[in-house]
């Protein structure tokens, strides 16, 4: 099971970064062509933009899974490894619940972009192809996240400093 959890994070590790690669592609190229030929990339500024929020969104659903992100864990330190663990599943469940209501809120927003065809501002290309996708990453980090949870009430992965942000694969 961890072996195939390892598997999908890292699937949503290279959307992340194909996505983050192509947003740096986009700006390079459209700076390039700004300040070199006067005739920017139409659209980079409004397409970044969107990408940027996939990639933050992709990026987030692995840190969900990984638990690799920036944490203040003054309180946590001081008790012990029974305690920590239940303190751990509260967090995590806490960020379940903000997960579940970003992503419901994303696909509202999603909605509305489809039913007001909104668009971008040059090419007047639909907008909500970008924001499904980050929908998408948001509705993913819903299934990290949880998996995380159960990982930590199996006593398989927790928030403490000595573990590695990689869980181990028997």
């Known amino acids: 099971m961890i072996r195939t959890l390892e598997r999908i994070c890292q699937a949503v590790e290279v ?7 192509a947003v740096t592609l986009l700006v390079v190229a459209s700076a390039v062509g700004r300040y070199l030929f006067a005739a920017p990339v139409p659209d980079a500024f409004d397409i970044s933009r969107l990408m940027i929020g996939a990639c933050i969104m992709w990026g987030f659903a692995s840190v ?31 960020l379940l619940v903000f997960v579940v209501l970003l992503t419901w809120k994303m696909l509202g927003r999603v909605e509305s972009a489809f039913a007001s065809n ?4 040059d090419l ?11 929908w998408i990453g948001t509705a993913f980090s819903i299934f990290t996240v949880a998996v995380r949870m159960f990982l930590i009430a199996a006593g398989l992965g927790t928030l ?10 028997d």
């Open 160 to 169: 403490d400093p000595e573990d590695p942000a990689e869980m181990r694969v």
């Open 64 to 94: 969900g899974y990984r638990g690799t992100h920036i944490k203040v864990d003054l309180f946590v330190e001081m008790v012990g490894p029974r305690i920590r663990r239940w303190v751990d599943f509260f967090a995590w469940a806490v």
């Open 15 to 21: 959307i992340a970064g194909l996505l983050l690669g």
């Open 124 to 134: 007047r290309l639909p907008v909500w192809p970008v924001m499904t996708l980050i």
């Open 118 to 121: 909104e668009s971008t501002f």
